[in-house]
């Protein structure tokens, strides 16, 4: 139904990777950091799902 490779995500934003609908990275910030960067990268991603983001940022708000 969409076309939004993580793997990619992974490897451009998070020194990470795996496959197309799974993959891992890290990062050297704090989570908050860490999260807020992510976000900001979803917001910004034209791939990204409108109904992905509204729950991840739901998800995002509940771990914070």
């Given at each position: 139904?969409?076309?939004?490779d993580v793997n990619d995500f992974a490897r451009k934003n998070f020194?990470?990777?795996?496959?197309?609908?799974?993959?891992?990275g890290r990062s050297?910030?704090?989570l908050s950091q860490?999260?807020?960067?992510?976000?900001?990268?979803?917001?910004n991603n034209s791939a990204m799902p409108k109904e992905w983001k509204?729950?991840?940022?739901s998800l995002s708000r509940?771990?914070?």
């Open positions: 139904k969409w076309n939004f020194n990470g990777g795996g496959h197309v609908n799974a993959a891992g050297d910030l704090n860490t999260i807020d960067k992510f976000l900001s990268l979803l917001q509204f729950y991840i940022i509940f771990l914070l």
